[in-house]
């Protein structure tokens, strides 16, 4: 376990140093990048204190804690990923909301340019 362990605080120590590189040559944005340190910085202090990595695995239910620690990895990026969801759906609503608006604001335009070609050719 104590090798399991020791991997998940590395791949935790990884992901946060992934992350504020990312942050700094501003790949990702700072909203979106609380997600993932939040979920990087659980995964550590849980890979950290064998105490609490027994706590929750009793809380949880699960005899074994590297399963736990599994399961409990797994249920932080779960978290993480529909909450991207949630933001993706979002934007997909406000882009088509402003292709329409484009598209009022285009006719409108096309419109008035119409107008003005049969006024000026009077």
């Known amino acids: 376990m104590e090798r399991l362990l020791n991997v998940v605080t590395i791949l935790s120590g990884a992901l946060i140093v992934l992350v504020l590189v990312s942050l700094r040559r501003a790949h990702i944005r700072v909203e979106y990048s609380v997600s993932w340190m939040a979920a990087a910085l659980t995964m550590l202090v849980i890979s950290q204190s064998q105490f609490l990595l027994e706590?929750?695995?009793?809380?949880?239910?699960?005899?074994e804690p590297p399963l736990a620690i599994m399961f409990i990895a797994f249920s932080i990026f779960l978290i993480v990923f529909y909450r991207f969801s949630v933001i993706i759906s979002n934007l997909k609503d406000?882009?088509?909301?402003?292709?329409?608006?484009?598209?009022?604001?285009?006719?409108k335009l096309d419109s008035l340019y119409e107008e003005q070609q049969t006024a000026n050719s009077e």
């Open 94 to 107: 406000s882009n088509i909301a402003l292709a329409q608006r484009v598209a009022i604001l285009q006719y």
């Open 55 to 63: 706590w929750l695995s009793e809380v949880v239910g699960i005899s």
